[in-house]
């Protein structure tokens, strides 16, 4: 084992980490309003002046796994209205496609353990344009491209300064600080660095919690004093002026209550921006700034060290860069290792930048729903409109733990079905962490005692798909692989049973008519459907996709509980149920047309929603979506040695399949056995899925250069309509930004590219090869006279998805469009971003910029490319 590798397996190394959030204004948590209007209650203008409740933001910021003690930094180049100490962004009011930061910054490194970590945030030397960005982009229409940082001139003529934060763990309290800032400009430019040093308030809500305190013991060190956190040194490099304030909130300038003597949490942004010297105290306080007021020459730099330790260091910079490199070289090593296989250095860049945003994009996640309703004992009392509210059927959820965020600006909060995507490129890396997140969603503080697992903060009782046990399964195998086949059954049968619980809320909760056919609601894919998939309608909505997910669901657990037969032989009951669960989901879907009550067109030869109505009227919702490939992932692939070995589970499927023999001849070929003597589970018999991938290749509909579309081109041109109740509906191809504010709008699935749903695609492809071998084949494109094996289909697809995100002829990467000249600049070029989804048609990224979370999966495609296909499997 390499250094980073035994690191991971010691729990000591994880207290410290880049769990910072990068916005805790504007959040649910924040949120004590009325009318839930958590975008307004506290606002961005707001953040520098409000102590928060349940968190703390800051730039390339860490803190200890309770966020007692947090740093980050601020900047100011003394023409900025205020300091720079959080990322700015659009509220989803502003935006003229909802929430957006507007800030230039990457996350370029880091190893799981955060013992090296390292990203880049770009200022600029001019006044920051926040008028003018949020000006512009609410003149905008949805029509209209978002107006970025970028478009600005800011960056012309490289007047800004390039900021690269590293941090280099010596041991797990001992924390080496870098921030080394390059003036990119050809004139010497101002700046004021100020590393940023402080508690989070837990002293002000009214549970007697002690106050802590931060106080300056020399010129080189503060000395931070917690009653169980301990003792922690800040020492200092170069002496500079030190700024006290307190974490609390200016009730002055934001209630018009005026207390005397007081230190604010706004205190430092005062004393230098307003030149108030009675904002700050000098020797003492929760929240402290070393002022660093730099002069750096023109394509000059200058650099601030720190150091953070829990023990007195006599000398704690000697040997500094030293130790820099070593803690680098060591993650150098341990990716070395992980990467050995791939060949592309290009690819290699990709996936490591991918680990990072990954990495780092890891938070401490406070929130407990029922102090959050009753409000605090030192606080005024919350509206009591909130008790009907937000959240309210979840006051069992008590979540203070490390999560993996989508985005750490744009969703800091965790989304189940994300979460889960997530885990699979962590298990590359740090299968511990992958395992504790699958589990940690299980636990009574966030499933509900019915088996309801949360969705998001929002609204945590919107349904997403259910791909929990997906994930679990896949993580096991992938640690499985890494320990030499040795997979760890504690952590696969413990989550089994939570699982369970929750596979019965599904089928009690949202098979509306019990009759296999299910409903769900959202399921994750906010406005694919032609109206609000999770508003109430005059009936009912059975959706393909949320049978599909189910179908996965029970193979899913049937997978798990046939791996835990081999040394408990019970689970073979268990088995055989989600087994017969599995062919009666199978049965509900295969109408071939003589009954209403099946999902599957015989006309179109393809999968759709039905609508089913309160006057027995079924209306089928036939547009060609995501909704329709879905079924697709319910696939397994059984070995014949297992019947062999498992008595118990091969006699009731064989009874079961010769008694009802019509089930048998839903789920593919279940009697002939493929390639290298195997049995193929799947909702496809070879037919349907023949037709269903003629659709999806045919680039005409879903195929696009840079991936499978959500939805169908064909509906560029001609959009789908459907009357009903003397309203009409119209669902359109729109391959980037969505043009609609429909059901939320700021995440489009009417056409472009996402990484999740491409994953999978790839691996049920995988699935089907294993089976069918090399004598099944489909044109690829479709129509265009070449026959593809399924392995030669998923090599193509990601070829085309690896394009998003390498350099094109034109040396552009697609992600960034053709029209950001900027981008494929020098100090620009080779820094990536993983947005949440892409157009269908360019490549261009879209929606968040930073949500490495599931785009994050492009390492594993990486991983999968020059694992499996390259060895042929």
């Known amino acids: 084992m390499n250094n980073e590798e035994q690191r991971i397996i010691n729990p000591q190394w994880r207290k410290w980490g880049p769990y910072l959030s990068e916005r805790q204004w504007g959040t649910v948590r924040e949120d004590y309003s009325a009318n839930g209007d958590a975008w307004n209650y506290t606002p961005y203008e707001n953040s520098r002046s409000k102590a928060y409740r349940w968190g703390e933001d800051g730039i390339g910021g860490i803190c200890d796994d309770n966020q007692v003690l947090c740093f ?14 959080r990322l700015f962004g659009l509220t989803n009011h502003d935006g003229n496609h909802g929430e957006d930061v507007k800030e230039l910054y990457y996350y370029l490194d880091a190893a799981p353990s955060h013992s090296y970590l390292k990203m880049l945030y770009k200022y600029p030397h001019s006044a920051f344009p926040y008028e003018k960005l949020i000006q512009e982009n609410r003149n905008r229409t949805r029509h209209e491209p978002e107006y970025e940082l970028a478009d600005t001139e800011v960056f012309a003529n490289n007047s800004y300064f390039d900021i690269i934060i590293e941090y280099a763990k010596i041991t797990p309290d001992d924390i080496l600080i870098k921030a080394t800032i390059h003036n990119r400009g050809t004139m010497a430019a101002a700046l004021h660095v100020l590393p940023q040093f402080w508690f989070r308030n837990t002293w002000s809500w009214g549970y007697e919690k002690p106050k802590p305190v931060m106080q300056s013991i020399s010129d080189n060190i503060i000395l931070a004093k917690h009653p169980t956190l301990g003792n922690y040194r800040l020492y200092i490099h170069q002496p500079a002026e030190k700024l006290f304030c307190d974490n609390e909130t200016n009730k002055t ?16 942004n005062e ?14 306080g929760t929240r402290v700034a070393i002022n660093h007021e730099l002069i750096i020459a023109g394509n000059g730099k200058s650099t601030v060290w720190l150091r953070l330790a829990n023990e007195e260091i006599e000398k704690p910079f000697l040997g500094f860069e030293k130790l820099f490199k070593k803690s680098l070289q060591q993650t150098n090593e341990f990716y070395n290792k992980i990467q050995h296989h791939i060949q592309d250095e290009e690819e290699k860049q990709i996936q490591r930048q991918a680990f990072a945003g990954m990495i780092w994009s890891k938070q401490f996640y406070y929130y407990v729903v029922e102090k959050w309703l009753e409000g605090d004992p030192a606080q005024p009392p919350p509206p009591t409109e909130r008790k009907n509210g937000r959240n309210q059927h979840w006051q069992n959820l008590s979540n203070r733990d490390i999560i993996s965020m989508p985005d750490k600006w744009e969703y800091p909060w965790y989304a189940t079905w994300d979460l889960a995507f997530h885990c699979i490129p962590f298990a590359l890396v740090d299968p511990t962490f992958a395992k504790d997140q699958l589990k940690l969603l299980t636990k009574d503080w966030y499933m509900r005692s019915n088996g309801e697992m949360p969705s998001y903060e929002w609204d945590f009782s919107a349904s997403n798909p259910p791909v929990h046990a997906w994930a679990c399964w896949r993580v096991y195998e992938i640690d499985k692989g890494k320990n030499n086949g040795k997979g760890d059954r504690q952590f696969l049968e413990s989550i089994f049973h939570k699982l369970m619980i929750n596979f019965t809320w599904w089928v009690n909760r949202k098979d509306a008519e019990g009759n296999n056919i299910f409903e769900g609601g959202f399921l ?68 071939m047309g003589t009954s209403s009550k099946g999902l599957w067109d015989d006309e179109d030869e393809f999968y759709y929603d039905v609508l089913r109505q309160s006057d027995d009227q079924d209306i089928k919702l036939k547009i060609r979506s995501l909704v329709g490939l879905i079924p697709l992932f319910a696939v397994e692939v059984l070995d014949e040695e297992l019947f062999k070995s498992q008595p118990v589970f091969a006699e009731r499927l064989y009874w079961f399949l010769n008694n009802r023999p019509h089930l048998a001849n839903l789920v593919s070929r279940w009697g002939e056995k493929g390639v290298n003597e195997q049995h193929l589970l799947s909702l496809l018999r070879g037919y349907r899925m023949t037709k269903i991938l003629n659709r999806m290749l045919d680039e005409s509909e879903f195929l696009s250069p840079y991936g499978i579309r959500s939805l169908s081109r064909y509906y560029f041109e001609q959009p789908y309509q459907l009357s009903i109740h003397e309203k009409t509906f119209c669902v359109g191809y729109e391959p980037g930004e969505s043009k609609s504010d429909l059901f939320g709008g700021n995440s489009n699935w009417r056409g472009p590219i996402w990484m999740p749903i491409n994953f999978l695609i790839i691996e049920s492809l995988q699935r089907f090869h294993d089976y069918y071998g090399d004598d099944f084949k489909v044109e690829y494109p479709n129509g265009s006279g070449n026959l593809c094996t399924l392995k030669e289909i998923n090599n193509g697809l990601i070829e085309r998805l690896l394009s998003i995100f390498k350099k094109n002829s034109n040396g552009i990467r697609p992600l960034y469009g053709e029209n950001k000249e900027i981008l494929k600049a020098p100090y620009f070029e080779d820094h990536i971003l993983f947005f949440e989804y892409f157009d269908g048609d360019t490549g261009k990224g879209c929606g968040a910029a930073h949500q490495t979370g599931w785009t994050g999966l492009i390492a594993s495609i990486i991983d999968m490319k020059n694992t499996i296909y390259k060895e042929g499997r």
């Not at 300038?253 to 207390?259: N, R, V």
């Not at 003597?261 to 430092?268: E, F, L, Q, V």
């Not at 906010?526 to 949320?546: M, P």
């Open 72 to 85: 980050s930094w601020a900047f100011w180049n003394k023409k900025d209205t205020h300091i720079k100490e």
């Open 271 to 284: 004393y230098l921006v307003d030149a108030n010297n009675e904002a700050i105290n000098h020797n003492s």
């Open 524 to 591: 994750g894919l906010d406005n694919i459907g032609v109206f609000d998939r999770n508003c109430k309608l005059a009936g009912h909505l059975e959706q393909s996709d949320g049978t599909s997910w189910m179908a996965m669901y029970s193979l899913n657990m049937m997978r798990i509980s046939i791996e835990l037969t081999k040394q408990n032989p019970v689970y073979q009951e268990m088995a055989t149920k989600f087994f017969e669960h599995f062919l009666q989901i199978a049965d509900a879907m295969a109408s």
């Open 253 to 268: 300038k934001l209630y018009a209550i005026h207390e005397h003597g007081k230190y604010y949490k706004d205190g430092i």
